[in-house]
């Protein structure tokens, strides 16, 4: 754990929570649409969308025709996040990281804060992060400080599309369900999105043949509030160390 080793400043302590394991969860409508965002013990959990985050994709799990391909839908559903959230998002090519396990996120370097990897359900390309049944899962850690009141900052995240289900799945980004919406779904998890109950928003919680083309309207309120829109987050340098 290197970002314990560090001297932390007098007072302050670094806490560690999974998105996954939910303290509270804000549902927020307006006319536009619906979302929910994920909320820790110093409010809502987000990145700072005011320094880049970076990404790499583990195209591996998948037939050789397919790599490229999903290569490329990765960039283009980052291209998408990015204009929704406003935060500048750096592709950083391939990686064989497979996010794996509680400590998924140790592994994962700054030159890979977001990792989106294809899997199997056994095997070499298994994670232990997806479940039976779900064709893809997102997910993200944040660390919390405590001075001032407290305040928490997401710092790695992952996307795990399973191999065969995303096969299924319509190609490009069209309506529907599709590989793209798959990725888009996933994404807006890895940034704090929760889900909701309208088909109509692609944070529903399953694809379905209503699902919209990409991001919805709450969908897009949810993520601009998560980005730039809900302002810089003041991170000190001793809260996210290159494990
Ligand atoms: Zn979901």
């Known amino acids: 754990m290197p970002w314990m080793s560090r001297a932390l400043p007098k ?3 670094v806490l560690l929570a999974a998105a996954m394991l939910l303290l509270g969860v804000q549902s927020i409508s307006s006319a536009a649409g619906s979302y929910k965002v994920t909320e820790g013990p110093y409010g809502i ?14 195209v591996s799990a998948l037939d050789k025709s397919l790599r490229k391909k999903a290569a490329k839908y990765t960039k283009k559903a980052f291209k998408q996040l990015g204009s929704a959230t406003g935060i500048s998002f750096v592709n950083e090519g391939a990686t064989q990281t497979l996010p794996d396990g509680a400590n998924w996120w ?5 030159e890979e804060e977001i990792v989106v990897a294809w899997v199997k359900k056994s095997g070499k390309y298994s994670s232990d992060l997806i479940s039976g049944g779900a064709y893809g899962v997102g997910g993200m850690v944040y660390k919390t400080w405590e001075s001032d009141g407290g ?13 065969k289900s995303y096969t299924k799945l319509t190609n490009g980004f069209k309506s529907g369900a599709s590989q793209g919406n798959l990725l888009l779904h996933e994404l807006g998890h890895t940034m704090g999105l929760e889900h909701v109950s309208s088909k109509k928003e692609l944070m529903y ?3 379905t043949s209503k699902s919209p083309k990409g991001y919805a309207s709450g969908d897009r309120a949810g993520l601009a509030m998560l980005g730039r829109d809900g302002g810089c987050i003041d991170v000190p340098d001793w809260v996210w160390v290159e494990g």
């Open 11 to 13: 007072g302050l302590t």
């Open 45 to 58: 959990v987000r990145w700072n969308p005011c320094q880049t985050v970076t990404y790499k994709y583990n």
């Open 106 to 110: 140790r592994v994962q370097s700054v």
């Open 151 to 163: 305040h928490s900052v997401a710092g790695r995240g992952y996307v795990l599309v399973d191999t």
């Open 205 to 207: 919680d399953t694809l």
